[in-house]
């Protein structure tokens, strides 16, 4: 099944909210970022450096919602007591998304070189039950439970996402909605014997997939009622988390938050979903942009740097942020020529599709950037290869490829800027990294290597 990690759809929206940035659709394609008014003054004067050896991922494109899919209600779930979180306080994590089961299997995710795994997703619907996306799914995520407990690790369920968020306004509305809503949440929990649960809500108070997606001025104060009571009911070591666009979620009037400290003191960690800043275009830019380091950027607020100084700023510690990085880019049928060129090896002229079948647009994973012959390895450095031209942009941190004779670019995150990034959150103090998802690196795991080597665990 194809889908959709973020969506674009929100870029006009959102530009009326703070004429900052797109808002990001965690795990599905093209995100778009509302604006914050936060300084980006936090985290500038942090040194990065490149990697000492370059590694490379790839993450699968892809969405949550399916027209035929399961529903798990409260009355069929069998408690069971959950196993012990893993007990590091660096996080190194990255979804495992059902519908790429058939790249990599939950036997396959490499439990030594992580220790979260968020499942994603289980999507609320009308009633507040919560459904699985794919005929397998609910298998998938025992086996994934089974293999990380192996190892001592955790796995979180992620609740919603970009095209699963349309129910979250309704299901923390009242106090009798968010009772039903979290017992349907706990029932799961016990079932799966999980380590925690992830809300990825995308977004409160903006119906940002659909104009029929709920959403209320009093969403984000909901919301917090809502994680209150979930914290009180799963058990004592259930770790509780939640993915997020760059800037605070908005207050009643329509405002990024300034106080976010009664969230940090219900949640464990966040995890910013920096990427899908810019999705295909014939003018493309970053996926997932470090910073704003020339100054020059359409969208100032949707970078990591500036998502760290705007939750920060707001009252959240840097200790319970956690940076979501991609495995995947993005295809544009596009004749820009600008950026540094690192290094080009030119062969045949070739086009590279993306996941959905497109040469103009669309997601596509680290992965088949190699399978498809756009990217080679030589020695320790990833180069473009059949004709793409492989750049680097300073003002983003992140490559770019090119091919005049296929009139494409390819915005992408590789091994180099991947490590920047892990570097950048372990100088800042954060709590790890995420990555979006662990079927888009390759076999040898080169992207979560060059994440380990940032954050200093390897």
Known sequence: MVALRASLFLLPLVATLAGAAPVKQHKVQGRSQCSANASHSHATSVAVTSPTSTSSRT??????????SKTTSS??????????????????????SDWASNIISPEQVDFDRFNWMDFAFAIPDENFNLQFTEDD????????VKAAHAKGKGVKLSIGGWTGSAHFSAAVS??????????????????????????????????????????????TANLL????????????????????????????????????SPFAQQLDWITLMNYDVSGSSSTPGSNAPLSDQCGNSIYPQANAMAAVAAWTNAKFPAN?????????GYVSQSSVDHLYDKRAYM?????????????????????????????TQQGNEWV????????????????????????QVVTYDDPDSLFVKAQYASQANLRGVNMFDVSGDTASWVLVDALRSGLNLS
């Open 384 to 407: 473009g290869d059949n004709g793409f031209v492989k750049n680097w942009d300073d003002c983003s941190a992140t490559p770019w490829l090119k091919s005049t004779a296929a009139d």
């Open 347 to 375: 062969r045949r002229a070739l086009q590279v599709t993306s996941d959905a079948g497109s040469t103009s647009d669309g997601q596509i994973i680290f992965r088949e950037l190699i399978s498809q012959g756009a990217l």
């Open 174 to 219: 009242s106090d009798a909605n968010r009772h039903t809503f979290v017992q349907n949440i706990a029932n799961l929990y016990h079932q799966y014997n999980l380590n925690g649960i992830d809300i990825d809500w995308e977004y409160p108070g903006i119906a940002a997939a659909s104009p029929s997606n709920g959403a209320s001025p009093q969403d």
């Open 75 to 96: 009355s069929s779930a069998s408690p069971t007591s959950s196993s012990a979180a893993p007990s590091s306080n660096t996080v190194i994590a990255a979804y495992y």
């Open 320 to 328: 319970k942020i956690v940076l979501g990085v991609p495995s995947y």
């Open 137 to 144: 799914s609910e298998q998938l995520l025992q086996r994934l």
């Open 59 to 68: 993450s699968l494109s892809s969405s949550h919602a399916a027209t035929t």
């Open 225 to 260: 009622e809502f994680f209150k009571l979930l914290r009180n009911t799963l058990p004592s070591g259930a770790v509780l988390s939640a993915a997020v666009q760059d800037w605070p979620w908005q207050d009643a009037d329509g405002n990024p938050s300034n106080d976010m």
